[in-house]
């Protein structure tokens, strides 16, 4: 076995959790956590941000701080 063939496998699990590190923000949930999620799971996570709905956006108050409606 050479070295070389190691720092591939780690790159490739690199990459993959930039990737869904990516898909993650699309879907509305945390780029980091689902980042380190898939540094120990890989294309396991992968699945399950593609299977995973969106999470819903938090709603944004329509009156101003320190105004009554």
Known sequence: ????AGSEG????FAVAVI??????????????????????????TLLIVVMRPARPVP???SR???KP
């Open 10 to 13: 780690a790159f490739f699990w």
């Open 1 to 4: 076995m050479n070295d070389y």
């Open 20 to 45: 869904n590190a990516g898909l993650a923000e699309h879907k509305n949930r945390s780029r980091l956590a689902w980042f380190f999620l898939s540094l120990f799971f890989g294309p396991f996570a």
């Open 60 to 62: 944004r108050s329509t």
């Open 65 to 67: 701080r320190g105004r």
